[in-house]
């Protein structure tokens, strides 16, 4: 459920144009650090930064990858679908709604993944 607080740092972090702009860019494709950092024209502490807050609301996830010389890295992929606000009787009302990924789902991704 989000709370008042959760939608006060949901609303102040869509200010932000490179959050914005991260959920943009993982909402077509995931996508890694690097690739947002060029993609967001920022520098890669401030996407780890923006990475960080938007995970910390759950509007982001990530998923690990195994590179073919061994090496581990992640990609990141947007979990918001909506934000809705709703006006009824002088009363405001706004619902968050994220993405699901079924453990099934995520589990045939990273075997296709592998192939």
């Known amino acids: ?9 949901i609303a102040s972090l869509l ?5 914005r702009e991260i959920l943009a860019a993982t909402s077509t494709e995931p996508m890694s650090a690097k690739s947002l950092k060029d993609r967001c024209d920022a520098s ?7 990475i960080e807050q938007l995970q910390a609301l759950d509007l982001l996830t990530d998923h690990q990858q195994v590179a073919s010389d061994g090496n581990h890295y992640k990609l990141f992929e947007s979990r918001l679908d909506r934000v809705a606000i709703d006006l009824t ?17 995520r589990f045939s991704d990273l075997v296709e993944d592998l192939r």
Do not use: F
């Not at 459920?1 to 740092?9: A, F, I, Q």
């Not at 709604?97 to 789902?105: F, G, K, M, N, V």
């Open 1 to 9: 459920m989000t709370t008042d607080d959760d939608l006060s740092e």
């Open 15 to 19: 200010d932000d144009r490179y959050a």
């Open 44 to 50: 890669l502490p401030t996407v780890y930064r923006k």
């Open 89 to 105: 009787d002088g009363t405001y009302s706004v619902e968050i709604i994220r993405t699901t990924h079924e453990p099934a789902d």
